[in-house]
């Protein structure tokens, strides 16, 4: 039987680029004479912005500090042991750099054991044990902390989490059999798999008190100090914890059947994590923890060596780090300063982007439209919100007003926009409407300003080509809602030089949205994939296939919402008109559905009616539906609609629509809400076999996003 630190040994061979975390001990005298007490410090060295992570090595590191404290809590020469973290960070999980280069299961089954070996003798200790949360603590960092006896948490501790099914793994070094035996299974089901599932929804200091999850909490500044003191406190006896009994009848069945249910909504059963945490769960019902941890051990395995897990990770990847540093961008140095911005349209697309701008930016914003009403509803719109965010606390009075004087409409463009940087336009959808616009624009903005257009779907390098400087014209291509959605896509037309483009990264970075560079090319990336993936599933009802059958039949992708719920959300005449402009420029791969067609000029706002809660087919769309004798089984349905898409995107990156195959999947993740579980979209094709199967080669190498070969 191999011991933990030969196990340890053997995985940190595999992984030789571990930024390592040392494991420092140091000795103190608790105040009020409770004794003498060992603490472990959890630090690899750099400062907060490289959180502390948990590798193999640092697994053996932190194992070697307990050796230490073991053999003085069994000699008498101290009462306790604690653990904490450098300042900020507490420790945030696994290092998944390491779990990517895994090829074996039992590689896998190493990790899981080696961690659970290492923080289990935590518990095991001849004294009492205290994990001090004194900052961000993810994953393996909030287990580790499950394991020790009590623990306090910082009030100021922005991030607290068990992220793994977000990911596509399990807590798997205690997590799922400890947490639900400490704060019972509903409060353990919501921060496993409800908070991860709503795209890893994070915990601050206060609440992981009030789940019971710490013993005490304390403020920032001094935490530690606080946290010594009542750790005296509890071991002289002066200071008892109680902690309420679990639930373990039927609430403890219903919290993991609620579990069940947000996991369906969600994911759809398409991806595993979630249900083996469940399992997990489900189990630990009797408080056998051991039996827990050997269950975690496998789950974690068997999800490393998985498609989902791989996706996730590069997934995160994309998000993190390509979406900070976006393919083909100028260098930076070249842009220009923006200190005024103009906005052509006060609608609410054009009201939500001054209300961006505005408070990412804060330089003075000016609307304009048509008549005054209307200029006065956008500015209108801008102030109600920074009531609103004032009413939550978010900003307070000061820059309350400070914001509302920044925002002002005028009629007259030369006057709005006579000392502006930087000028967008988001007026209707309309090629001769948009080229107005920016020609007016020009004639009163000044030489270096940006006119950008927030067009879904028309040609950037048109609505440029009649003006005297299509050089400084840029798509700027946001999503709504924009306050939610991350992603902006930089179009370049044929004209655009390198300094206005290197402006618009610039402001995109301020705006705090990712940015993917794209070619001037029909409805761009998003639109163009979505129109094609939705005219796919457009074509088989028009055909004859049941809308219900067609809808079902992409569920295993495990989408935010069903593919006509999305069209109920982009607008039906809205979804008509970019598969309208798709299809001039593809007639051959691009269909216009008549059926659509009908439910617009009818007027509807989409195919569903909400009477009964769910979403049932409107009887009055049914009435206008014109449907062929061709029914395809859900099957049927899928493998047409994933070929459809998978050859789109195949010719996509032949005309260098983007850089990379990585660029569409970032465009999904941040523009679609495409889930991390099926990494975008190619990691997906490629892992079904449907690349192959259309285009004869993958998207990606195998290995990325996907398991080694």
């Given at each position: 039987m191999s011991t933990t630190a030969e196990l340890l040994k053997g995985a940190a061979e595999l992984f030789p680029d571990e930024v390592v975390t040392q494991a420092h001990v140091r000795h103190l005298d608790l105040p009020g004479g409770a004794g003498r007490f060992a603490l472990i410090t959890l630090d690899n060295g750099l400062d907060h912005t490289k959180p502390t992570t948990f590798g193999p090595q640092s697994l053996a590191n932190l194992n070697a500090a307990v050796d230490q404290v073991e053999k003085e809590a069994a000699e008498g020469a101290i009462v306790g042991a604690g653990?904490?973290?450098?300042?900020?960070?507490?420790?945030v999980g696994a290092d998944l750099k390491g779990v990517e280069l895994l090829k074996q299961h039992s590689d896998a089954l190493a990790i899981g054991k080696g961690g659970h070996d290492v923080f289990k003798r935590l518990s095991g200790l001849a004294v009492p044990t205290f994990a001090y949360y004194n900052g961000a603590a993810m994953g393996g960092g909030v287990e580790v902390g499950l394991h020790c006896t009590y623990r306090t948490v910082s009030r100021a501790i922005p991030?607290?989490?068990?992220?793994?099914?977000?990911?596509?793994?399990?807590?798997?070094?205690?997590?799922?059999?400890?947490?639900?035996?400490?704060?019972?299974?509903?409060?353990?089901?919501?921060?496993?798999?409800?908070?991860?599932?709503?795209?890893?929804r994070q915990l601050k200091g206060a609440q992981v008190f009030e789940l019971g999850i710490a013993d005490a909490i304390f403020d920032g500044a001094d935490f530690l100090e606080q946290s010594l003191l009542w750790t005296a406190s509890v071991l002289t006896g002066a200071t008892t914890v109680e902690r309420p009994e679990v639930d373990r009848g039927e609430a403890w069945d219903q919290a993991v059947a609620k579990g069940r249910f947000v996991a369906d909504s969600k994911v759809h059963g398409a991806a595993p994590a979630a249900y083996r945490a469940l399992d997990i769960i489900e189990a630990a019902k009797d408080g056998d923890l051991q039996k827990g941890f050997d269950a975690e051990d496998q789950a974690l395995a068997d999800l490393i060596m998985g498609g989902e897990l791989r996706s996730g990770i590069y997934a995160f990847n994309l998000v993190q780090k390509r979406g900070k540093r976006p393919a083909g961008a100028p260098d930076k140095s070249l842009a220009r300063p923006v200190t005024k911005v103009g906005v052509v349209g006060a609608g609410l697309m054009a009201s939500q982007l001054a209300l961006l701008f505005l408070r990412r930016l804060e330089v003075p914003v000016v609307l304009t439209d048509i008549d005054q009403e209307r200029v006065d509803k956008g500015v209108g719109y801008?102030?109600?919100?920074?009531?609103?965010?004032?009413g939550k606390g978010r900003i307070n009075q000061d820059k309350a007003n400070r914001l509302k004087a920044l925002v002002t409409g005028v009629l007259d463009k030369a006057e709005g926009f006579a000392d502006a940087d930087f000028v967008i336009e988001a007026v209707f959808e309309e090629m001769s409407v948009k080229q107005k616009v920016f020609a007016e624009v020009e004639a009163v903005a000044p030489a270096h300003a940006i006119l950008a257009t927030n067009t879904s779907s028309l040609s950037v390098t048109e609505m440029a080509s009649k003006l005297k400087h299509p050089e400084r014209v840029v798509g700027f291509h946001?999503?709504?809602?924009?306050?939610?959605?991350?992603?902006l896509e930089i179009v370049r037309g044929e004209q655009t030089d390198d300094a206005s483009l290197a402006t618009a990264f610039g402001v995109a970075k301020k705006l705090k949205k990712t940015a993917v560079l794209t070619k001037d090319a029909p409805a761009f990336v998003v639109n163009r994939i979505l129109t094609r993936f939705m005219g796919e599933i457009q074509n088989v009802i028009d055909e004859g296939t049941p809308v219900a059958t067609a809808e079902k039949a992409v569920e295993p992708l495990g989408l935010p919402m069903s593919p006509l719920v999305l069209l109920e959300l982009v607008g039906p005449a809205i979804g008509l008109h970019v598969s309208e402009t798709l299809?001039?420029?593809?007639?051959?791969?691009?269909?216009?559905?008549?059926?659509?067609?009908?439910?617009?000029?009818?007027?509807?706002?989409?195919?569903?009616?909400?009477?009964?809660g769910a979403p049932e087919l409107d009887p009055e769309v049914a009435a206008l539906l014109k449907q062929g004798d061709t029914v395809l089984t859900e099957e049927q349905v899928r493998d047409r609609v994933l070929g459809a898409v998978a050859q789109e995107i195949g010719l996509m990156l032949q005309e260098g629509v983007v850089a990379e195959a990585q660029d569409i999947d970032l465009c999904l993740i941040t523009g679609a809400g495409w889930p991390f579980h099926l990494g975008g979209i190619t990691p997906y094709l490629d892992r079904e076999g449907v690349s192959e199967r259309v285009n004869g080669k993958r998207f990606l190498a195998q290995g990325v996003a996907s398991v080694p070969a």
């Open positions: 653990i904490t973290g450098k300042p900020f960070i507490f420790a991030a607290f989490s068990l992220p793994e099914v977000f990911l596509g793994l399990v807590p798997g070094w205690g997590g799922c059999a400890i947490l639900p035996n400490l704060i019972g299974a509903e409060k353990a089901v919501s921060v496993i798999i409800e908070n991860s599932l709503n795209q890893n801008v102030h109600a919100e920074i009531e609103k965010l004032l946001f999503f709504n809602p924009v306050a939610v959605l991350p992603l299809n001039r420029a593809f007639p051959e791969r691009f269909t216009v559905s008549p059926n659509l067609k009908a439910v617009v000029e009818a007027g509807k706002r989409g195919f569903y009616v909400y009477d009964s």
